[in-house]
């Protein structure tokens, strides 16, 4: 097994991005041997046989909502019953909690053990404010950080919570654009960079977009601190309607996203890129045939632990793609039906899909299949030492 | 009237909830999934195509064109008989507009055409804003089609006709002869007609669209497969029928009596909200039975037909009892039970669409697909 304490390329993303550190020992050994021994026999044998864990919203085969963790080999760990159904996960790597959002346009992020399950808290988004789904917590724990919808006024917000006080919410930062969906650190640790989709909902009017032939899509580098925008980057005009959702930091810090293009059908244009603060957003060329492939939808975007790969997913067009971070190039294709959750695992990619498979691109001998349909992301939380 | 609603709310809730199990896991498993073939795929989108989607976009051609008529006719020889026609003719348009309006896919897809035709809901109130900019302003730019087709979408469609002959000031149609409004008017209906010629003309070719769609292509970004054609075509029940919830009827009902607020309501100026709907349905069941979709479903899920049908019937039904303006409709609780039992209604068939037809053709995004986020 891979580990990203060995992996000897020096790059790491910053432990508050995608690739959390999760140290499973410390966890064991923090909890006690009688927590250990509550937990359900076959969660704590898979807990005692992973190395790295991963988290990921989910449907039950109930028809409810929850989210779960689960090993490499695909064993379910851990779940946490939703209300309703969740999107992206966060994890704070001092109190060891996860965070799972509500999809939009839903109120609720619930605060969870990630390995036994248990509910610690509730939290929901202010009046006039709904999550985006997406969020993170600073490298010291200290603040989590949201995406939320500020509707009345169609701009989308950063939320940012005192986690010592609660879970309190502090503030907001403007993160000038609408639609704003996945947010990370830089592996700067001070500067989040944000994707503004650019599509205006509102709850009043369900899910239906509203503002499809004036959408400004944007890429927008915030300062953690302050809140001051430092830079943002807008598609050329005749790409407007490509909605930038999800992104992923490379080793040269630059941040790859992947787009879904709302206008016509037959248009084919360009859907994965990345940005640099201070640099118009660059566009990746591929081959007619793999971005036809992609049916114009990017549903999520994973580089791997040593930032030289990009993974981007197609839940529509059933098919994932690895890229070269240097050069763009398609180092391999991967058909998976609704695949659509990536994460990075050990020098590769995990993959998971709404039928309930849980693959190791490129090397899974043994692929599984939970009996759960996955959300659109996975969040590793890979063990270390 | 409210027993009887009651009662048939009950049905259509029944319906709902067997429409939901059904689609879950039920003890017999899922239904088996229609064993229909490529090529009798491709021929329900051909019907699709033949005998509801060209006629309706060559009808809102007609009609766009009949409607700039009758403005140019209005502006030369105004009078209340004359406001009254182009009135008329806008109604018609708009109807016709409401039967086609869920083809989301295609050339209306281009160049903005959806919006340039219909922006709504305008929930910040651009178009008025705006409109009322160009009537105060008398904004030269706003007076021929071509000049108009530049400007924002919100001032050249069927919303601002709307407003031209109903908002206010209005009646002063009636008696300026060749005054700005009135050539506005003109320009927006002359902009009305030239779209629909385009969408007419795009899906009267035999290449083009309808090839793309008959013929679909594994290098074609958009319909590689049969079963992407008929996805186009299942969704326009499916998002149709999510567009009446979630655009016509909720946010302009509320949550009760009291908090409804019917100025949300499309065309609420011209209380043509309830013909747009009847048209939206009327239009959806032609499809339907134009479309023959109901031909590839297995003997077991055949029924689907009959309640689909059931509920088209029910919404019409429901539709014709309620009289104009459907403002007072929202806000009066006796009336109001009608919209409540359509918005049941419209859930009902959505579900079938959506939770039934659809996985029984294989054509269900997945459950990360679903919905894009």
């Given at each position: 097994m891979a580990r990203a304490g060995n992996c000897p390329m020096s790059f790491r993303p910053h432990p508050a991005s995608r690739g959390i550190l999760l140290d499973r020992r410390r966890i064991l050994a923090g909890a006690g041997a009688a927590f250990v021994a509550g937990l359900a026999?076959?969660?704590?044998?898979a807990l005692e046989r992973t190395d790295a864990l991963f988290g990921a919203s989910c449907r039950r085969p109930d028809g409810s909502y929850g989210c779960a963790i689960f090993s490499e080999r695909g064993e379910i760990v851990s779940t946490v019953s939703l209300p309703d159904r969740g999107h992206d996960v966060a994890y704070d790597p001092v109190r060891r909690r996860a965070v799972v959002f509500a999809r939009r346009p839903r109120t609720f992020a619930l605060v969870f053990d990630p390995v036994s399950g248990e509910t610690l808290q509730t939290l929901t988004s202010i009046e006039g404010r709904h999550f985006f789904g997406h969020g993170f917590f600073s490298p010291d724990g200290a603040l989590m950080y949201a995406t939320e919808n500020d509707y009345d006024a169609a701009h989308g917000v950063i939320g940012v919570y005192d986690v010592a006080a609660g879970y309190r919410r502090i503030g907001e930062f403007d993160c000038h654009g609408m639609d704003t969906h996945e947010a990370l650190l830089m592996p700067d640790g001070e500067t989040i960079v944000v994707a503004n989709g650019g599509i205006e909902t509102h709850p009043d009017y369900g899910r239906q977009k509203l503002n499809l032939s004036t959408m400004e899509p944007s890429i927008a580098f915030i300062d953690r601190r302050s809140g001051d925008l430092l830079d943002r980057q807008l598609l050329p005009s005749h790409l407007h309607k490509l909605s930038l959702h999800h992104i992923a930091v490379d080793a040269q810090a630059r941040v790859w996203f992947g787009g879904q293009y709302q206008g016509a059908s037959g248009d084919a244009p360009p859907l994965v890129g990345f940005a640099e603060a201070g640099r118009p957003l660059a566009l990746t060329a591929m081959p007619e045939t793999d971005l036809a492939g992609l049916g114009n939808y990017i549903g999520s975007v994973a580089t791997s632990r040593d930032g030289a790969r990009v993974a981007v997913s197609s839940p529509v067009g059933n098919t994932m793609l690895i890229l070269e971070a240097a050069t763009g190039d398609i180092l391999s294709r991967h058909a998976l039906r609704d695949g659509c959750g990536l994460a990075p695992d050990g020098l590769g990619f995990m993959a998971t899909s709404g039928a309930g498979d849980i693959v190791r691109l490129e090397d899974d001998d043994s692929p599984t299949r939970a009996d759960l349909e996955w959300d659109n992301h996975i969040l590793a939380l890979d063990a270390v030492g | 009237m409210i027993a009887s609603l009651s009662r048939r709310a009950?049905?259509?809730?029944?319906?709902?909830?067997?429409?939901?199990?059904?689609?879950?896991?039920?003890?017999?498993?899922?239904?088996?999934?229609?064993?229909?073939?490529?090529?009798?795929?491709?021929?329900?989108?051909?019907?699709?195509?033949?005998?509801?989607i060209r006629p309706g976009y060559a009808r809102f051609h007609d009609h766009a064109t009949a409607a700039a008529s009758a403005m140019n006719g209005l502006c030369s020889e105004p009078g209340d008989t004359a406001l009254q026609d182009a009135r008329d003719r806008f109604a018609t348009l708009a109807a016709s507009w409401s039967r086609i309006e869920f083809v989301r896919f295609g050339p209306v897809m281009d160049d903005n055409r959806l919006e340039k035709i219909l922006f709504?809901?305008?929930?910040?109130?651009?178009?008025?804003?705006?409109?009322?900019?160009?009537?105060?302003?008398?904004?030269?730019?706003?007076?021929?089609?071509?000049?108009?087709?530049?400007?924002?979408?919100?001032?050249?469609?069927?919303?601002?006709?709307?407003?031209?002959?109903?908002?206010?000031?209005?009646?002063?149609?009636?008696?300026?002869?060749?005054?700005?409004?009135?050539?506005?008017?003109?320009?927006?209906?002359?902009?009305?007609?030239?779209?629909?010629?385009?969408?007419?003309?795009?899906?009267?070719?035999?290449?083009?669209?309808?090839?793309?769609?008959?013929?679909?292509?594994?290098?074609?970004?958009?319909?590689?497969?049969?079963?992407?054609?008929?996805?186009?075509?299942?969704?326009i029940f499916i998002h149709g029928l999510e567009a009446i919830r979630d655009l016509r009827l909720r946010p302009a009902m509320g949550e009760s009596a009291e908090a409804a607020k019917p100025n949300l309501f499309l065309f609420r100026r011209s209380e043509l909200?309830?013909?747009?709907?009847?048209?939206?349905?009327?239009?959806?069941?032609?499809?339907?039975?134009?479309?023959?979709?109901?031909?590839?479903?297995?003997?077991?899920?055949?029924?689907?037909?009959?309640?689909?049908?059931?509920?088209?019937?029910?919404?019409?039904?429901?539709?014709?009892?309620?009289?104009?303006?459907?403002?007072?409709?929202?806000?009066?609780?006796?009336?109001?039970?009608?919209?409540?039992?359509?918005?049941?209604?419209?859930?009902?068939?959505?579900?079938?669409?959506?939770?039934?037809?659809?996985?029984?053709?294989?054509?269900?995004?997945?459950?990360?697909?679903?919905?894009?986020?």
């Amino acid at each position: 097994m891979a580990r990203a304490g060995n992996c000897p390329m020096s790059f790491r993303p910053h432990p508050a991005s995608r690739g959390i550190l999760l140290d499973r020992r410390r966890i064991l050994a923090g909890a006690g041997a009688a927590f250990v021994a509550g937990l359900a026999v076959r969660s704590a044998a898979a807990l005692e046989r992973t190395d790295a864990l991963f988290g990921a919203s989910c449907r039950r085969p109930d028809g409810s909502y929850g989210c779960a963790i689960f090993s490499e080999r695909g064993e379910i760990v851990s779940t946490v019953s939703l209300p309703d159904r969740g999107h992206d996960v966060a994890y704070d790597p001092v109190r060891r909690r996860a965070v799972v959002f509500a999809r939009r346009p839903r109120t609720f992020a619930l605060v969870f053990d990630p390995v036994s399950g248990e509910t610690l808290q509730t939290l929901t988004s202010i009046e006039g404010r709904h999550f985006f789904g997406h969020g993170f917590f600073s490298p010291d724990g200290a603040l989590m950080y949201a995406t939320e919808n500020d509707y009345d006024a169609a701009h989308g917000v950063i939320g940012v919570y005192d986690v010592a006080a609660g879970y309190r919410r502090i503030g907001e930062f403007d993160c000038h654009g609408m639609d704003t969906h996945e947010a990370l650190l830089m592996p700067d640790g001070e500067t989040i960079v944000v994707a503004n989709g650019g599509i205006e909902t509102h709850p009043d009017y369900g899910r239906q977009k509203l503002n499809l032939s004036t959408m400004e899509p944007s890429i927008a580098f915030i300062d953690r601190r302050s809140g001051d925008l430092l830079d943002r980057q807008l598609l050329p005009s005749h790409l407007h309607k490509l909605s930038l959702h999800h992104i992923a930091v490379d080793a040269q810090a630059r941040v790859w996203f992947g787009g879904q293009y709302q206008g016509a059908s037959g248009d084919a244009p360009p859907l994965v890129g990345f940005a640099e603060a201070g640099r118009p957003l660059a566009l990746t060329a591929m081959p007619e045939t793999d971005l036809a492939g992609l049916g114009n939808y990017i549903g999520s975007v994973a580089t791997s632990r040593d930032g030289a790969r990009v993974a981007v997913s197609s839940p529509v067009g059933n098919t994932m793609l690895i890229l070269e971070a240097a050069t763009g190039d398609i180092l391999s294709r991967h058909a998976l039906r609704d695949g659509c959750g990536l994460a990075p695992d050990g020098l590769g990619f995990m993959a998971t899909s709404g039928a309930g498979d849980i693959v190791r691109l490129e090397d899974d001998d043994s692929p599984t299949r939970a009996d759960l349909e996955w959300d659109n992301h996975i969040l590793a939380l890979d063990a270390v030492g | 009237m409210i027993a009887s609603l009651s009662r048939r709310a009950l049905v259509g809730l029944a319906l709902l909830f067997a429409g939901a199990t059904a689609s879950h896991g039920q003890e017999d498993g899922p239904p088996a999934p229609s064993r229909a073939t490529e090529a009798e795929k491709l021929a329900v989108v051909a019907n699709a195509i033949d005998g509801f989607i060209r006629p309706g976009y060559a009808r809102f051609h007609d009609h766009a064109t009949a409607a700039a008529s009758a403005m140019n006719g209005l502006c030369s020889e105004p009078g209340d008989t004359a406001l009254q026609d182009a009135r008329d003719r806008f109604a018609t348009l708009a109807a016709s507009w409401s039967r086609i309006e869920f083809v989301r896919f295609g050339p209306v897809m281009d160049d903005n055409r959806l919006e340039k035709i219909l922006f709504f809901p305008d929930r910040r109130g651009i178009a008025l804003r705006q409109i009322q900019g160009i009537l105060g302003g008398e904004d030269e730019t706003a007076t021929t089609q071509q000049r108009l087709a530049d400007k924002s979408v919100a001032v050249q469609g069927l919303g601002a006709l709307e407003f031209v002959l109903h908002g206010t000031d209005a009646e002063t149609l009636a008696a300026d002869r060749g005054g700005f409004r009135c050539i506005y008017g003109r320009a927006i209906a002359r902009n009305l007609s030239s779209i629909a010629g385009e969408l007419d003309a795009a899906w009267s070719e035999d290449a083009g669209i309808a090839t793309r769609l008959t013929a679909p292509d594994a290098a074609d970004p958009a319909w590689r497969s049969a079963e992407d054609s008929l996805q186009e075509i299942v969704g326009i029940f499916i998002h149709g029928l999510e567009a009446i919830r979630d655009l016509r009827l909720r946010p302009a009902m509320g949550e009760s009596a009291e908090a409804a607020k019917p100025n949300l309501f499309l065309f609420r100026r011209s209380e043509l909200a309830l013909a747009s709907l009847r048209a939206n349905f009327a239009g959806m069941n032609d499809l339907f039975a134009a479309s023959k979709l109901a031909g590839l479903l297995p003997e077991p899920q055949a029924y689907l037909e009959d309640s689909i049908l059931f509920e088209f019937a029910n919404a019409e039904r429901t539709l014709s009892e309620l009289a104009p303006p459907l403002t007072e409709v929202a806000s009066e609780p006796d009336k109001r039970q009608g919209l409540t039992y359509l918005l049941i209604v419209t859930d009902s068939l959505q579900s079938q669409f959506a939770e039934q037809v659809s996985p029984i053709l294989g054509l269900s995004a997945g459950f990360s697909a679903l919905d894009g986020d």
